[in-house]
């Protein structure tokens, strides 16, 4: 299962220091359900992307693994109080059994714009996703660890402080959408006919 997390703000390199690593960097680390890694795939002034891996033997890998990994991996991040910043993150392969429509439920009242493509060869239930928002990194983080487990049945995301209630775009500090919205299907691979952009 890959995630990246990428953002244009200038200096995109910044977000390789939200999160307390070198754009250099690789780290890798163990989970009772598989392995992790962390890298940059791109880190230059203008655009940086990172990128977490996660490897499940045996069976394919779920959404709260993915969340896990994500808690511990860019925990640096839930500590900075940065300013909010274009973030587009990419999920090529994602098991999402309510569709589109459950993403968008998710992740839309948080201030996200959400793109969706059906795999191509992939199970009913799975989607490539994409999510366009302006969000301090904080904010993203935990928006990503406590509402990803949903998808897998589990409880309703908790806020940050665990008062069991979504944090709404006004009070996670989302002051409007990403003004890259229009052009995160070409930038995260997602497009075509097959592609819904739910806004």
């Not at 839309?108 to 301090?136: H, Q």
Request: charged share 15%; net charge negative; proline share 11%.
């Amino acid at each position: 299962m890959l995630l990246t997390i990428s953002t244009t703000h200038r200096p995109a390199t910044e977000l390789a220091g939200l999160l307390g690593q070198h754009p250099d960097a690789v780290r890798a680390t163990t989970f009772p359900f598989g392995h992790a890694m962390l890298c940059f795939p791109q880190a230059d002034e203008r655009r940086c992307s990172v990128a977490v891996m996660l490897q499940h033997p045996g069976r394919p890998a779920k959404a709260s693994m993915l969340a896990e990994a994500l808690a511990d991996l860019l925990a640096p991040a839930r500590d900075v109080a940065g300013p909010a910043m274009p973030f587009e993150v990419a999920l090529p392969v994602l098991a999402c059994p309510g569709g589109p429509e459950q993403l968008w439920a998710l992740f839309g009242p948080l201030g996200y714009d959400v793109i969706t493509e059906a795999v191509r060869g992939g199970e009913p239930d799975e989607l490539a996703i994409g999510l366009c928002g302006l969000v301090p990194l904080a904010g993203l983080v935990s928006h990503l660890c406590t509402t990803l487990p949903v998808l897998d049945g589990e409880a309703r995301p908790a806020d940050p402080d665990g008062h069991g209630s979504r944090p709404s775009p006004t009070a996670s500090g989302i002051s409007r959408r990403c003004p890259g919205a229009a052009t995160l299907g070409a930038s995260t691979g997602l497009g075509g006919d097959a592609c819904r952009c739910l806004r």
